[in-house]
T-cell receptor
C-alpha cells in the first residue's frame, strides 16, 4: 500500500534552535519527493522538490535530504524563527499524476 | 500576478444541496488540481487537468465533477452534498506535470450539515 508517514506528529522548539523532521514512504514507482510548508488557514507552499538521483537540496534555512534506498527523507531547519511555526508536509509523487501526502509535522517555535 | 484564487472562502451547505467551488489561475499553467484536506489527514487528490478540455480522476473523485473549458479556470462541482464532503478544498496549478512545483490557492472551507 502506498503510504507516507511523518514524524514527529508535533514538535515545540525554542527560537534559534535547529530541528529535523522525518518522512518515510512506501510509495512506488517513485517520481519525486517534495516538502511543503503550510501556515494555519493557508495553502501549502513548496520548499523543495527532489528526484531519485538527488541526495540533498537546500532552500535558505531549509535543507532536505533523500535516501531512495531506505525510502527516507528529512527536512532540517536551521536557526529557527517564529515564522517557521507551521505544518510541514512530505509528498511523494508517482508516475501518472498521483500524489501521496503525509499528515504533516506541526512545528511550534517559541521565543 | 494574483496566482491561484479560490471562491468562496467559506460555505455552509445543507445535505442534498449543490454548489460549485471556483478556481482561477493567472500564471498560464497547463496543469490544475483539486485536493481535499480533512482534519488530521493528508491532502487527497480529487481531480486534475492537464490542459483545457482534459480532466482525469484522482484518488477520491466520487461525489464531485470538474470541467476545464479554459486554461485559467477549473471549477469543482458538488451535486448532492453529503456530510462526508465537509472538508477544506484546495486548488493548485503547475506549469507542467509532476516534476514541477505546484502553487496552491488559499482554500475553501466547506461544511455540510
Amino acid at each position: 500500500k502506498n503510504q507516507v508517514e511523518q514524524s514527529p506528529q508535533s514538535l515545540i522548539i525554542l527560537e534559534g534552535k535547529n530541528c529535523t523532521l522525518q518522512c518515510n514512504y512506501t510509495v512506488s514507482p517513485f517520481s519525486n519527493l517534495r516538502w511543503y510548508k503550510q501556515d494555519t488557514g493557508r495553502g501549502p507552499v513548496s520548499l523543495t522538490i527532489m528526484t531519485f538521483s538527488e541526495n540533498t537540496k537546500s532552500n535558505g534555512r531549509y535543507t532536505a535530504t533523500l535516501d531512495a534506498d531506505t525510502k527516507q527523507s528529512s527536512l532540517h531547519i536551521t536557526a529557527s524563527q517564529l515564522s517557521d511555526s507551521a505544518s510541514y508536509i512530505c509528498v511523494v509523487s508517482v508516475t501518472g499524476n498521483q500524489f501521496y501526502f503525509g499528515t504533516g509535522t506541526s512545528l511550534t517555535v517559541i521565543p | 500576478n494574483a496566482g491561484v484564487t479560490q471562491t468562496p472562502k467559506f460555505r455552509i451547505l445543507k445535505i442534498g444541496q449543490s454548489m460549485t467551488l471556483q478556481c482561477t489561475q493567472d500564471m498560464n499553467h497547463n496543469y490544475m488540481y483539486w485536493y481535499r484536506q480533512d482534519p488530521g489527514m493528508g491532502l487527497k487528490l480529487i481531480y486534475y487537468s492537464v490542459g483545457a478540455g482534459i480532466t482525469d480522476k484522482g484518488e477520491v473523485p466520487n461525489g464531485y465533477n470538474v470541467s476545464r473549458s479554459t486554461t485559467e479556470d477549473f471549477p469543482l462541482r458538488l451535486e448532492l452534498a453529503a456530510p462526508s464532503q465537509t472538508s477544506v478544498y484546495f486548488c493548485a496549478s503547475s506549469p507542467q506535470g509532476i516534476s514541477y512545483e505546484q502553487y496552491f490557492g488559499p482554500g475553501t472551507r466547506l461544511t455540510v450539515t
